[in-house]
Each structure stands twice: as C-alpha cells, then as structure tokens.
C-alpha cells in the first residue's frame, strides 16, 4: 500500500533525478473514471472483443458500430477529472522541467491537469481523422472536407503504426531517463510495453505503481503495490523536497 516505507535507495533515486520518464497506461485514468481498456468491454460492450472494435478492418466492416463505440468511451471520458496522481506530475514537471510523460492512454487527463510535455503514443479519442488521408478534422463532421473519406477517431488502432514523432520522442526519452516510472500498465500492447524493459536494460531504475503484478523484471525495478492516485503524490513529495 502507500503508505508502506520506501527504500532509501529509490528516495535516493526519486531526489536524484534530473530527466524523470513517466509511462502511463489505462489504470493511470482509472481513478478518473475511465474504464481501462479491457473494462471498455464490460456492460454494452462486453459481447464485443477490443479487436472487434479497436481496428481498421472493424471500422471498415462495420463503421458505426466502433463509432457508437468510441461516442460512448468519448462520454466517459468528457465525465472525467484529473485526479491527485495527475496533479502530481504536473507539480515535478513545474519543479523539473526536464520531465516527459509519455502515455498510452487517449483521453488527454494529463493536459488537463496541467502537464505540457506528454508524448501522446495513441493519438487522442477526442479528435477525429480522415480514415484516407489522415487529414486532422476540427470540427464534427463524417467525411473528410479534403478528400471526402470517412472521418474516424484520432486514435492508432491494432495493427496500425503509431506516430512516428510520438514513437521517436518516446524512445529518445528513455533513452536519456535517469529514472522511469510506469503506471497503470499491463505492459502487453506493443511497441509501448517494450519502453520500460528497455529501461530495465540499461540499468535505469524504473518503478512500477500498480495494484496487480505484470511481466517487467529486472534487476533496477521497484514494484509498489497500489493505485496511481495513492503513489504518485508522496513519490513526486519525496522527488521534489
Ligand atoms: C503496431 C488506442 C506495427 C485505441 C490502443 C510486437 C511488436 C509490435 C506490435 C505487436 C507486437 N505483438 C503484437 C503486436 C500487435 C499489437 C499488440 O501489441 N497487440 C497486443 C494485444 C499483443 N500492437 C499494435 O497493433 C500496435 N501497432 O505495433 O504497429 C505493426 C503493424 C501491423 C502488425 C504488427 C505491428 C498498436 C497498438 C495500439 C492500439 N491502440 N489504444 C483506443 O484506445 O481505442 S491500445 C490500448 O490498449 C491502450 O492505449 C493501451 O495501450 C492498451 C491497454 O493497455 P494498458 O494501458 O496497459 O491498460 P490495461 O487495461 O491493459 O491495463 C491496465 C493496468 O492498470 C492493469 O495492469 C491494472 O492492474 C492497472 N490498474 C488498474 N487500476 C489502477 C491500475 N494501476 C494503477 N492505479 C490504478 N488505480
């Protein structure tokens, strides 16, 4: 739990740090609200497999079933607040300005609550794309004013390549992170899933918030047992002191 005593050596770690990587997954929004992307399937959508809906072949065979889909995740994310663990890191971004977050999640909370260097892997459900041309559309609308496609959420799907910008920003960071952190993340969708073994690799300290054990070992990992919005204030209290 959180308030169980740290080891000494990752307050040292939590104190030293000058280029801290955050890596966020769904059960960092949890607390927010937001079902993580496995409870997305529960209640109306329990009959249905995120690959049934979270993919450019779903879209193209059946359109309005994935955007009655992601109108219905769009409302629960437009319900959700930051919460304290989200206000935390944009407190160590303000005392450490060299921190990145680079998130999986779609839902934008990190921005919200104050954080401006996020690195955003999955794009964003709030916006929507042309499924063609990929051409970004600002306001609601079902086809695309350049080219006419079908307009779809800005979000990269199973099977689809992840912005290149995102990706190439995300392995810079962790590439230079004297400390990582990865939160809320089952770490099974690739290629966001290898960033903190990548870490682990290199000997960087990485420490894992999360209530269930996942697959990441190493010898630098910290696992603290627990939930994002409980971790997060007293880890960024003890890095920022
Ligand atoms: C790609 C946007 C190239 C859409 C999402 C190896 C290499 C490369 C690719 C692959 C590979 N193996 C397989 C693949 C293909 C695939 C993949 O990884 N499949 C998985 C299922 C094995 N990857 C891709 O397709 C990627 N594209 O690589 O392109 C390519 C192209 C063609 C063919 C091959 C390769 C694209 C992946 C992106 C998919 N889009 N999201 C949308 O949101 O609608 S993924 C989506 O699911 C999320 O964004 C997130 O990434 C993922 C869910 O993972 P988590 O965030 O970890 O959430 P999860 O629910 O799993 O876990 C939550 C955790 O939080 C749990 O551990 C829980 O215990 C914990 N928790 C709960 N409450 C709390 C908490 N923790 C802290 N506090 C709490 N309160």
Same mark, same amino acid.
């Given at each position: 739990?959180?308030?169980?005593?740290?080891?000494?050596?990752?307050?040292?770690?939590?104190?030293?740090?000058?280029?801290?990587?955050?890596?966020?997954?769904?059960?960092?929004?949890?607390?927010?609200?937001?079902?993580?992307?496995?409870?997305?399937?529960?209640?109306?959508?329990?009959?249905?497999?995120?690959?049934?809906?979270?993919?450019?072949?779903?879209?193209?065979?059946?359109?309005?079933?994935?955007?009655?889909?992601?109108?219905?995740?769009?409302?629960?994310?437009?319900?959700?607040?930051?919460?304290?663990?989200?206000?935390?890191?944009?407190?160590?971004?303000?005392?450490?300005?060299?921190?990145?977050?680079?998130?999986?999640?779609?839902?934008?909370?990190?921005?919200?609550?104050?954080?401006?260097? =996020?690195?955003?892997?999955? &794009?964003?459900?709030? +916006?929507?794309?042309?499924?063609?041309? #990929? !051409?970004?559309?600002?306001? %609601? /609308?079902? =086809?695309?004013?350049?080219? &006419?496609?079908?307009? +779809?959420?800005?979000?990269?799907?199973? #099977? !689809?390549?992840?912005?290149? %910008? /995102?990706?190439?920003?995300?392995?810079?960071?962790?590439?230079?992170?004297?400390?990582?952190?990865?939160? #809320?993340?089952?770490?099974?969708?690739?290629?966001?899933?290898?960033?903190?073994?990548?870490?682990?690799?290199?000997?960087?300290?990485?420490?894992?918030?999360?209530?269930?054990?996942?697959?990441?070992?190493?010898?630098?990992?910290?696992?603290?047992?627990?939930?994002?919005?409980?971790?997060?204030?007293?880890?960024?209290?003890?890095?920022?002191?």
């Amino acid at each position: 739990m959180a308030n169980e005593p740290l080891d000494t050596d990752l307050m040292e770690h939590l104190r030293g740090a000058r280029r801290p990587v955050v890596l966020t997954g769904a059960g960092m929004s949890a607390e927010s609200g937001v079902p993580t992307f496995r409870e997305a399937q529960s209640g109306l959508w329990a009959r249905f497999d995120p690959v049934e809906l979270a993919t450019p072949e779903a879209f193209e065979r059946h359109p309005q079933r994935v955007l009655d889909w992601y109108a219905w995740r769009r409302e629960q994310v437009a319900k959700a607040r930051p919460h304290a663990g989200h206000q935390a890191l944009a407190r160590w971004e303000a005392a450490c300005a060299a921190l990145v977050i680079v998130t999986q999640n779609v839902d934008g909370l990190h921005q919200r609550a104050g954080s401006r260097n =996020v690195v955003e892997l999955h &794009g964003r459900i709030d +916006r929507d794309r042309c499924h063609h041309c #990929g !051409e970004r559309a600002e306001t %609601p /609308a079902r =086809v695309c004013a350049q080219c &006419g496609g079908p307009l +779809r959420p800005d979000v990269v799907w199973f #099977g !689809e390549m992840l912005p290149e %910008p /995102a990706l190439r920003r995300a392995l810079g960071a962790v590439s230079e992170a004297d400390l990582v952190l990865s939160v #809320g993340t089952s770490t099974l969708v690739q290629p966001a899933a290898s960033l903190p073994a990548e870490a682990l690799a290199a000997g960087v300290p990485v420490v894992e918030i999360n209530p269930e054990p996942t697959s990441l070992k190493g010898r630098t990992l910290y696992r603290l047992r627990g939930k994002a919005a409980e971790w997060l204030p007293r880890l960024v209290a003890i890095a920022c002191d």
